[in-house]
């Protein structure tokens, strides 16, 4: 499969994140001419050119994507369901304009495929997410995620739009879950679960404090293999609508909690006065099996040691990421 981009110019925004390293990795190893576009001060992998470039200007999109093959379009922003409600402007306006004129960039300069991100969160609210038999995203409830997910929604909306009026049909959009793994964001004032749990329990802040009571079931992937689904779905997957790109599994807070222990001894204690959140959320990946492939392999303890073990080596990385939250 990864033949396809040998000697191909390819374009991975977000390469310095968590699932763009790992897709920069595979495309170098795969003989690709990599560019990395973010606003991290990070070189990864020297194999790539990395480019510090501001994509919520349509000019700087237009430049960068001019004789460019592929796209994989993974930049975001990401942090804490606290700081997404304390500062939902700061994530929303940045992540549209992205987004925006990305995508348009992509489709005036004739890019062959395209594969964008979305997220969960882009879903109405469910216990199981399974992609809608119609590709309509106009037609689905109101995403559970208020901010983020409409901004990622519009996304998908402005490809649906490009498929009704063109007829394009070259870009694929995944929607992956809760993910976790090397790169990821480790700031603690805006860091999702995994990466806030490791981070306090390298602090020392024991017992550690867990919200709820270790009831809410979540589904947890690991990097690199949400990495490999992504190029799939380039791959494979244009034309065929959404495709969910899960672990395969839905854990509960006190496994997660517990097989992270296994990885690094801590004690710890539930907070039953802060809340559950959503009792599950766990996503359907059968499409994503019969159609591209899709098949992670990292066990959860697998991938909660490969993380924390990044982790140890690279605790300050996060300042050298843009944050939009300061």
Same mark, same amino acid.
């Given at each position: 499969?990864?033949?396809?981009?040998?000697?191909?110019?390819?374009?991975?925004?977000?390469?310095?994140?968590?699932?763009?390293?790992?897709?920069?990795?595979?495309?170098?190893?795969?003989?690709?001419?990599?560019?990395?576009?973010?606003?991290?001060?990070?070189?990864?992998?020297?194999?790539?050119?990395?480019?510090?470039?501001?994509?919520?200007?349509?000019?700087?999109?237009?430049?960068?994507?001019?004789?460019?093959?592929?796209?994989?379009?993974?930049?975001?922003?990401?942090?804490?369901?606290?700081?997404?409600?304390?500062?939902? !402007?700061?994530?929303?306006?940045?992540?549209?304009?992205?987004?925006?004129?990305?995508?348009?960039?992509?489709?005036?300069?004739?890019?062959?495929?395209?594969?964008?991100?979305?997220?969960?969160?882009?879903?109405?609210?469910?216990?199981?997410?399974?992609?809608?038999?119609?590709?309509?995203?106009?037609?689905?409830?109101?995403?559970?995620?208020?901010?983020?997910?409409?901004?990622?929604?519009?996304?998908?909306?402005?490809?649906?739009?490009?498929?009704?009026?063109?007829?394009?049909?070259?870009?694929?959009?995944?929607?992956?879950?809760?993910?976790?793994?090397?790169?990821?964001?480790?700031?603690?004032?805006?860091?999702?679960?995994?990466?806030?749990?490791?981070?306090?329990?390298?602090?020392?802040?024991?017992?550690?404090?867990?919200?709820?009571?270790?009831? !809410?079931?979540?589904?947890?992937?690991?990097?690199?293999?949400?990495?490999?689904?992504?190029?799939?779905?380039?791959?494979?997957?244009?034309?065929?609508?959404?495709?969910?790109?899960?672990?395969?599994?839905?854990?509960?807070?006190?496994?997660?909690?517990?097989?992270?222990?296994?990885?690094?001894?801590?004690?710890?204690?539930?907070?039953?006065?802060?809340?559950?959140?959503?009792?599950?959320?766990?996503?359907?990946?059968?499409?994503?099996?019969?159609?591209?492939?899709?098949?992670?392999?990292?066990?959860?303890?697998?991938?909660?040691?490969?993380?924390?073990?990044?982790?140890?080596?690279?605790?300050?990385?996060?300042?050298?990421?843009?944050?939009?939250?300061?």
């Amino acid at each position: 499969m990864y033949k396809l981009f040998k000697d191909s110019k390819v374009i991975v925004t977000g390469g310095t994140g968590m699932i763009g390293r790992c897709i920069v990795k595979i495309l170098c190893d795969a003989k690709a001419k990599v560019t990395s576009v973010s606003l991290d001060d990070l070189i990864i992998d020297e194999r790539a050119h990395y480019l510090k470039l501001d994509l919520t200007h349509l000019s700087n999109c237009l430049e960068v994507t001019k004789g460019i093959d592929y796209v994989f379009h993974i930049a975001g922003i990401k942090g804490s369901i606290e700081v997404t409600k304390s500062k939902p !402007a700061s994530f929303f306006v940045p992540l549209l304009m992205c987004n925006t004129n990305m995508l348009e960039a992509c489709r005036i300069n004739n890019v062959k495929k395209i594969v964008y991100t979305s997220s969960i969160g882009a879903y109405p609210s469910a216990e199981v997410f399974k992609e809608p038999d119609t590709f309509d995203p106009g037609i689905e409830s109101p995403p559970m995620d208020m901010f983020p997910g409409w901004a990622k929604r519009m996304a998908e909306m402005q490809i649906f739009a490009y498929l009704k009026q063109y007829g394009l049909n070259n870009f694929a959009i995944v929607r992956p879950c809760n993910i976790y793994g090397p790169g990821d964001n480790f700031d603690p004032d805006n860091a999702m679960v995994v990466p806030s749990l490791m981070s306090r329990v390298a602090n020392g802040d024991f017992p550690l404090k867990v919200w709820g009571d270790g009831s !809410a079931i979540r589904d947890f992937a690991y990097s690199k293999d949400v990495a490999e689904g992504v190029i799939k779905a380039l791959v494979y997957g244009t034309g065929i609508g959404l495709i969910n790109l899960g672990g395969g599994k839905g854990y509960s807070v006190q496994e997660l909690v517990e097989t992270l222990r296994e990885v690094v001894d801590f004690e710890y204690e539930f907070d039953t006065k802060k809340p559950n959140g959503f009792p599950k959320r766990v996503m359907d990946i059968t499409k994503a099996r019969e159609t591209i492939g899709y098949d992670p392999k990292t066990t959860l303890k697998k991938g909660l040691q490969a993380t924390w073990e990044w982790f140890m080596s690279n605790r300050e990385e996060f300042l050298k990421r843009k944050n939009y939250f300061k």
